[in-house]
C-alpha cells in the first residue's frame, strides 16, 4: 500500500523500496523533504540504508520534468557504534541529471541531526536519517477488495466502512530528512520527486522512483504489474503520459461508467490529469494542500489514502484512519513504535 512491496526487487530489499515522499512548509523560511523506505521496518525488511544506494530528492523548476537539483544522501555499512556515516551533496543542472558529482553539503552519522551549509543560498539547513514510525495510514484490505470488485464489472463503494482498519498501525519505516532554505529551491514552483539507484554498474542504476501518493496501488496491481512497475520505478517522469496515460484512463474510465458518472470519459482524462507525471508539485512558502493534480505538496499528517481514493472514483469512498500530524522539531517525524505484530509480508531480515 502507498509504495510498499509493490514489486519482486522492493520485496526483496526493502533498503530499495521507496514507500512515501513528503514535501512541506518546515520552520520559517524552509521546507522539509522526507523519503521513507523499508516499510514494516525490523519485521519485513531492514533498520538500515543500503551502502551501495544513492538515495535522491530531485526537484524540477517551473512543475518541469527535466531534473534542476538533486539532494544526493549516502551511507556506508554499519559501524562498531550501530550507526552508518552519511553524506549529503547537491547537484545542479546536467549533475542532477547523473545521480552522482554533487557538492557535499554535511555529513555526520544516522539517529543524528547533521548540519548542511554551502548549499547555494546562505542558508543553513539540516538532514536526519534513521528509524520512525511509518507516517502512512491505509485501509489496504478495503482498496484491494474495492478494485478486485472493479475487475469484476462490479461497483462497490460499501467496502470502505465508517471503522476502517490501518495496516501500517504500530509498524516502522527507516527515513531520511532534510530540511532546507526555501531561497536554495528557487521561487517557482516545482516538481518534487524521489529516485533510489544503485552502484552495481559502471554508471548508477535506477531501480526506484517516487511521486504521487498512491499512484502506483490504484493503477499497478502485483503480480500482473510487476513488469510495469519496474519500467516504472526505472523510468523517468517525463515519459510518464505518454506510457501510462492509457492505463490510467482505462481503469479511471471503467470505474465511473460502474459507478454511473455522468462523463466516464472527461472523468478519466481528469484523473489522468491528476496523478501524471508522477511528481509532487509544490511551492516554497505556501502551505500545504495535499490533492492530487492541484494541490501543493504533502504533509505528514495528511490523508492521502483518502483523497487519492476520491480523485479516482469521482465521490469521497476511502476512510482510513487520520494519521498522526508531525512533531514540533525537525526531523518531524514520530518515534519508533514498537508492537508485538508479525511481518507484513515475508521474513524479518537477519540484519539491520
Not at 66 to 82: H, K, M, R, Y
Request: proline residues 8%; aromatic residues 8%.
Amino acid at each position: 500500500m502507498s509504495h510498499h512491496f509493490d514489486s519482486a526487487a522492493d520485496r526483496a530489499d526493502g533498503r530499495i523500496n521507496a514507500c512515501d515522499l513528503y514535501v512541506f512548509p518546515g520552520a520559517p523560511g524552509t521546507t522539509a523533504l522526507i523519503l521513507t523506505v523499508n516499510p514494516d521496518a525490523g519485521r519485513s525488511s531492514h533498520t538500515t540504508f543500503r551502502p551501495d544506494a544513492v538515495y535522491e530528492f530531485v526537484l524540477a523548476s517551473d512543475v518541469g520534468t527535466v531534473e534542476d537539483i538533486a539532494f544526493q544522501v549516502t551511507f556506508t555499512d554499519l559501524g562498531d557504534g550501530g550507526q552508518q556515516h552519511v553524506r549529503v551533496l547537491r547537484a545542479n543542472g546536467p549533475a542532477a541529471r547523473e545521480s552522482g558529482g554533487g557538492a557535499l553539503l554535511g555529513e555526520g552519522h544516522t539517529g543524528d541531526v547533521v548540519p548542511l551549509s554551502g548549499n547555494g543560498s546562505g542558508g543553513e539547513g539540516l538532514a536526519w536519517a534513521g528509524l520512525a514510525a511509518d507516517p502512512f495510514t491505509a485501509d489496504g484490505a478495503a482498496l484491494g477488495a474495492f478494485l478486485q470488485a472493479v475487475r469484476e464489472g462490479r461497483y462497490d463503494a460499501k467496502i470502505f466502512t465508517a471503522s476502517p482498519s490501518n495496516v501500517f498501525a504500530g509498524r516502522d519505516v527507516t527515513a531520511i530528512a532534510l530540511q532546507l532554505p526555501d531561497a536554495a529551491l528557487g521561487r517557482t514552483r516545482l516538481s518534487v520527486w524521489a529516485r533510489i539507484s544503485v552502484l552495481d554498474h559502471v554508471l548508477p542504476r535506477q531501480v526506484n522512483r517516487i511521486g504521487q501518493a498512491m499512484f502506483r496501488p490504484l493503477f499497478f496491481n502485483p503480480p500482473d504489474s510487476e513488469a510495469e512497475i519496474d519500467a516504472l520505478n526505472a523510468g523517468s517522469p517525463a515519459h510518464d503520459r505518454d506510457t501510462y496515460g492509457e492505463r490510467v484512463r482505462t481503469i479511471a474510465g471503467t470505474i465511473a461508467r460502474l459507478a454511473g458518472l455522468p462523463d466516464p470519459d472527461g472523468h478519466a482524462a481528469g484523473v489522468a490529469e491528476a496523478f501524471l507525471p508522477d511528481v509532487v508539485t509544490y511551492r516554497p512558502g505556501q502551505p500545504t494542500v495535499f490533492h492530487p493534480g492541484d494541490g501543493n505538496g504533502r504533509a505528514l499528517g495528511d490523508n492521502a489514502f483518502d483523497h487519492a481514493v476520491a480523485v479516482l472514483a469521482g465521490s469521497a469512498l476511502g476512510n482510513s484512519s487520520t494519521p498522526s500530524p508531525a512533531t514540533e522539531e525537525f526531523p518531524y517525524l514520530s518515534a519508533p513504535q514498537p508492537a508485538d505484530l508479525p511481518p507484513l509480508t515475508g521474513a524479518a531480515p537477519t540484519a539491520g
